[in-house]
């Protein structure tokens, strides 16, 4: 045993062992293995490729045997019937060069490899046990751009998510095609994406990599734009039970600040959990590197589910230079930014 393994949290330990178990029994009962590609992105030389190892039943949706993922509305419970594949050994081609790769210990691979790809949307393939998948990645320019980095929870889909009951509701048992998006975000990011065409579009979410799918497909479905997304892992770490979401949005903005230099930032999340303090953090870590934080206003009644106060930018933030807004909605946060010239008026 490695001292890494020694150090692990007994929690994490455990999910191994079970996890070991539970992968030789299924495999005996016809489970496959299955690559569950995830969104890239990348610039100038390298992309960074996400997606997952796992085991699925035959007859789950988005297998060889099952009916296609895409075309059906499902319970959010489905999408955690998923047994992961620690340590599997991955292959991922990119513009004919073959790289061999790990995924880690809970199967998810998340790699940043050479690639001399043109800018704009692309494909990768990822192979595992003699199958392959294809999965897009956005590669980004050198130019300077405009990106938006957009929260998910009550940003763009109305979830109420720190009240523990009915988040869980949200999550496993609501389907897809009832979950509500937050009037005229959609059309928002659109007309953002219409002024800025060489600015890409990221999701950063504290929500499980389980759920990618469905919020692929919510996102599509309601009009949004495409774009990576940047989800957490809820299974138990090393240290503790779980990574804090917190620390996992925090985590990506550096990251992203610190890969995508060509970049300034439109920071879109909601008074409702953390955001205008991460987004905060962002702007006094990366001085000039974010244009405008458009925060969205809980109502009363989503303001009492959530924790029961708004939760402003704080006090003590340097906005020298830095537009902050806000909205009860998408089409009050468009005003806004049309009032402060970042985007256009409407054509009439």
Excluded: C
Excluded at 77 to 101: K, M, N, Q, T, Y
Aim: hydrophobic share 40%.
């Amino acid at each position: 045993m490695t001292a890494d393994q020694e150090a692990a949290h007994w929690a994490a330990r455990l999910e191994d062992r079970i996890t070991r178990r539970v992968t030789r029994r299924l495999r005996r009962r016809a489970w496959t293995a299955s690559i569950e590609p995830f969104t890239g992105y990348g610039t100038q030389g390298w992309v960074r490729v996400l997606a997952r190892a796992v085991l699925v039943a035959p007859d789950r949706p988005g297998t060889s045997t099952g009916p296609p993922m895409a075309l059906r509305a499902v319970r959010g419970w489905r999408s955690f019937l998923v047994v992961p594949l620690p340590r599997a050994s991955i292959e991922v081609e990119i513009d004919g060069a073959r790289h061999r790769v790990e995924a880690d210990d809970r199967g998810y691979l998340d790699v940043r490899l050479p690639a001399p790809l043109e800018p704009g949307w692309r494909q990768v393939r990822i192979g595992l046990d003699g199958s392959w998948v294809e999965a897009r990645v956005l590669v980004i320019g050198p130019q300077p751009a405009m990106a938006l980095l957009s929260d998910v929870d009550d940003t763009v889909m109305v979830t109420t998510i720190p009240r523990p009951l009915l988040a869980a509701w949200n999550a496993l048992v609501l389907h897809e095609n009832a979950r509500r998006a937050v009037p005229g975000m959609a059309e928002l990011y659109q007309r953002w994406s219409g002024a800025y065409p060489d600015g890409p579009t990221f999701y950063l979410s504290t929500g499980a990599w389980d759920v990618a799918p469905a919020l692929r497909r919510f996102l599509r479905h309601h009009g949004f734009p495409p774009g990576p997304l940047l989800l957490a892992d809820w299974r138990p770490r090393s240290q503790g039970w779980f990574s804090t979401g917190q620390h996992h949005k925090r985590q990506s903005l550096q990251r992203l600040m610190a890969e995508l230099p060509q970049l300034t930032w439109a920071l879109v999340g909601d008074d409702g959990q953390h955001d205008p303090q991460r987004y905060a953090e962002a702007v006094a870590e990366h001085p000039g590197r974010v244009a405008v934080v458009a925060i969205r206003r809980l109502s009363p009644a989503e303001q009492v589910l959530s924790h029961g106060l708004p939760l402003p930018l704080p006090q003590d933030t340097d906005v020298t230079g830095l537009l902050v807004v806000e909205g009860a909605d998408g089409h009050e946060l468009t005003l806004r930014l049309v009032d402060a010239g970042l985007l256009p008026p409407a054509h009439r």
